[in-house]
């Protein structure tokens, strides 16, 4: 007989895993399927000998203190019954945005980069306060939210170009899939969740979410299936009905969310549809450095620099392989609480796809000597933010765009996934939805909430 279960979830990444815990906390029979042998997708880790490597974390968002009810973060723990303390998270000491003229630090208090924007912008001060207000009082969740440009609306508030630039550099590379702007609703959202709230990391990384994850779907009777790709969403009548796994092994079903991208997700639906969701075109290279001193050793307390060499902040695909004139620079020592023995530095750098891959089909040799060009300006760019070059590097690891793709089946490996969003997780097939990155509900903290929000919305409707 063919296996049946009530809700087939695709994905075991942050955005699969809380809507399997929460769908299976209501007795649903749930199957995760995901296509790798672990779990965490683009936000998992790796080893390298005795050393274990985060890949998707640089800093969890949202932070707030367990009393701050109704916050992401809190309402995340209430939904999926974590306690706050097992999080195990600790605050960031400070972040700043470099650019070549000025730089703005700021904290998990607001008033810091405020006082920042009044003593370096001192003209700009009120419209800055009305946007804040204006934000405060905005409903970024609200599913019928109609799109807007959020540069436009900046606008009305901010008239320094360079000042709106340095605002939009943090939020656009961490939760923008459209290149140079984004819908003010998730300008709000990336705003509050940075600026407002703001960074921290859990003691052990990446894993400790992951452990806590996965403990509790196991309590609540969810299930993992591994090394199972969905290669088939089989349809009837405009209704999924089932999936089919690795070409072969079918699984019926009455809905299905996925997180494995929208344009992903109705490549391999069974049925020609006149829909079809663009690939996002933003991409990355990470350098990870393992070195024998600590950052605050050379020179730096800051936990993440947002580095910028031009006038603008340009976030968009590059030219050339990687765009070694800004970056993201995160310095995992450096918040609250310090667990690695060595020192830990990782750039990151918007980077071309289509080029990597070209790279990489020419030949393994000269792939190798791109990522070591990576590597090189990595170095430059930490110098650049003011570190000291007398350190020794223990190890050192680089991914590209193509080792996204190879991790998350993202076309074109995008991080952010389509410029499409379904915002309310419909498609144009009854019983299939989308959660995580392209529900549009970005990040770590994002995912989870989406896949969260979309199971109560679909599935559990009725019965909460
Ligand atoms: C370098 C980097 C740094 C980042 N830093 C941060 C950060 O500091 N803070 C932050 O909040 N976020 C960060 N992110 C983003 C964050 O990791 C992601 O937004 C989040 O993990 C997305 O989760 P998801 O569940 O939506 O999707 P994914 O993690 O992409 O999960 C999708 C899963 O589906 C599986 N899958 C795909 N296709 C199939 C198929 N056909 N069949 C079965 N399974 C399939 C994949 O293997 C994967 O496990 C970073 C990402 C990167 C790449």
Redesign the pocket.
């Known amino acids: 007989m063919q296996k049946k279960v009530d809700t087939i979830i ?9 809507a399997g815990i929460r769908l299976s906390m209501y007795n649903k029979k749930v199957l995760i ?4 042998t672990i ?6 880790y790796y080893a390298r000998g005795k050393r274990k490597f985060d ?7 949202n932070f707030v203190g367990p009393s701050e009810r109704g916050k992401p973060f809190n309402k995340l723990l209430k939904q999926l019954r974590i306690p706050y303390e097992e999080f195990k998270i600790h605050p960031q000491n400070y972040s700043m945005i470099q650019f070549p003229e000025k730089s703005l630090k700021f904290t998990n208090e607001i008033e810091y980069f405020i006082e920042e924007i009044s003593r370096q912008f001192p003209a700009e001060i009120d419209g800055f306060m009305s946007l804040i207000n204006h934000i405060k009082n905005f409903n970024e969740v609200d599913l019928s939210n109609e799109t807007v440009m959020a540069k436009d609306v900046v606008a009305n508030f901010i008239k320094n170009k360079s000042l709106i630039e340095m605002i939009f550099c943090p939020l656009l590379i ?2 923008s899939a459209w290149e140079n702007d984004m819908d003010f609703s998730q300008f709000v959202i990336m705003f509050k969740s940075i600026f407002l709230e703001g ?1 921290g990391r859990p003691e052990g990384g990446v894993r400790t979410i992951i452990d806590l994850l996965l403990k509790r779907l196991e309590v609540c009777g969810g299930e993992i299936q591994f090394k ?4 088939r969403i089989i349809t009837n009548n405009g209704k999924v009905t089932a999936v089919e ?1 690795n070409g072969k092994d079918i699984i019926e079903c009455d809905s299905i969310l996925s ?3 929208l344009p ?1 997700t109705m490549s ?1 639906v069974d049925q020609d549809l006149e829909y079809s969701p663009r690939v996002g075109n933003l991409s ?1 290279t ?1 350098s990870i450095l393992i070195t024998d001193k600590k950052p605050r050793d050379l020179g730096i307390d800051a936990t993440i620099i947002f580095y910028n060499n031009r006038p603008e902040y340009h976030y968009l695909k590059p030219q050339t392989l990687f765009d070694s004139e800004s970056a ?1 620079v ?1 310095f995992p020592n450096n918040f609250l609480h310090d667990d690695f023995d060595e020192g830990v530095l ?1 750039v ?1 750098n918007i980077a071309n796809f289509d080029l990597w891959n070209q790279e990489l089909l020419l030949s393994r040799e000269s792939y190798q000597e791109k990522k070591l060009d990576v590597y090189n300006q990595s170095l430059a760019i930490l110098k650049k933010c003011g570190m000291s070059s007398e350190f020794s590097v223990n190890f050192k690891d680089i ?1 590209t765009p193509t080792t ?1 793709k190879r ?4 076309f074109g490996g995008t ?3 389509s410029i499409d969003k379904s915002r309310n997780g419909s498609t144009p097939i009854s019983g299939l939805y989308i ?5 549009g509900f ?7 909430l ?2 969260i929000s979309m199971a109560n919305l679909h599935v559990l409707q009725g019965s909460l």
């Open positions: 695709i994905g075991a990444g942050m955005s699969g895993l809380a399927i995901e296509k790798h779990t965490g997708g683009l936000n998992s890949v998707g974390l640089h800093a969890l968002t961490y939760g960074f199972s790709e969905i290669t796994i997180s494995m991208g992903e391999v990355f990470e993201v995160c990782r990151t991914f996204i991790y998350t089946n993202h991080v952010y996934g959660c995580g990155t392209d529900q970005l990040g770590i903290v994002g995912s989870m989406s896949g």
